[in-house]
């Protein structure tokens, strides 16, 4: 079973270091854009990734951790050479007061609209559509393993996880444990290790063939080109590392199974590569 079509959508945009996408990566900035994937099925439109939450951009505890990651890097005072161009002066970009809806009214879409929504994982810069969306109807779809994680208390906003974003009354969750269809040719893709319930995303389209939606289990390009697995992991131990590496493994097997469109979490490049056709890939 196919979907019918599918959109990228950037939300905006944050300044990271290249150590926190790279296993053993240097120090040095990068602006990742902050993307969803957006899919038409015959069960209606599913939304893969809702980017931050107008509230979390503006959160002083979240705009002074950003900074102090990007503290000390030697290309601090570097223009960013792509589009799109964020304001200077931020370590994170929203675009628009609720960039979700920014992004949907793109396509001529509102919250309403989405049946389901699924989150690769609860950092900031992935969970902020939550609210907007169950608030609108739409069940949200997540690793069982993830929202465990992030009602354990363990991590707060200073960790980049933002409590508001699961704590919306009402939220209708739909929990998975690992790999599952979410709804006609879309899969999750269980890669836990950048956190504990992590997951990627495989879609099937019927001219394009297979995309695969990495998420942070591989954010760039050159995860792929050098062969090396994310380079945060938030459960913090040696068997959240060997969790990521194995998860890297799995998303090159299936990628090199079906010849997959395989997108990684946040590079800039690729996305503007794919961003899609008008009426999107089919
Ligand atoms: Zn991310």
Redesign the pocket.
């Known amino acids: 079973m196919n979907a019918d079509r599918l959109f990228f959508l950037q939300y905006g945009a ?1 300044r990271v270091s290249k150590n926190l996408s790279l296993a053993g990566g240097r120090h040095h900035l990068y602006w ?1 854009p ?1 993307f969803g994937a957006l899919v038409e099925t015959r069960e209606g439109w599913v939304l893969l990734d809702t980017g931050m939450s107008r509230s979390a951009h503006e959160d002083p505890v979240n705009s002074a951790a950003y900074a102090a990651g990007c503290a000390g890097a030697p290309n601090l005072d570097e223009q960013w050479h792509l589009y799109p161009e964020p304001p200077e002066g931020r370590y994170n970009w929203g675009n628009g007061e609720n960039p979700l809806e920014t992004a949907l009214a793109e396509i001529g879409l509102v919250p309403g609209d989405i049946t389901l929504a699924a989150v ?2 609860m ?1 900031v ?2 969970s902020g559509g939550i609210p907007t969306l169950a608030r609108a109807g739409a069940t949200i779809a997540i690793q069982q393993a993830e929202l465990d994680f992030v009602r354990s208390g363990a991590v707060g906003i200073a960790e980049g996880f933002y409590e508001p974003d699961w704590s919306e009354p009402g939220t209708r969750w739909r929990m998975l444990d690992g790999d599952e269809e979410l709804a006609p040719g879309v899969h999750a893709l269980a890669t836990p290790g950048h956190t504990p319930g992590h997951q990627s995303f495989r879609v099937e389209l019927p001219e394009s063939g297979t995309w695969v939606m990495a ?2 289990a591989a ?1 760039l390009a050159q995860n792929f080109l050098d062969h090396v697995h994310c380079g945060s992991y938030a459960g913090g131990t040696d068997a959240d590392e060997a969790d990521a590496r194995a998860s890297f493994q799995k998303l090159l097997a299936v990628s090199r199974e079906t010849s997959a469109h395989l997108i990684p ?2 590079d800039q490049v690729v996305l503007n590569a794919v961003h899609h056709p008008k009426g999107g890939h089919r």
């Open positions: 944050e990742e902050l690769s994982h950092h810069d992935h998420g942070d954010d979490g946040h």
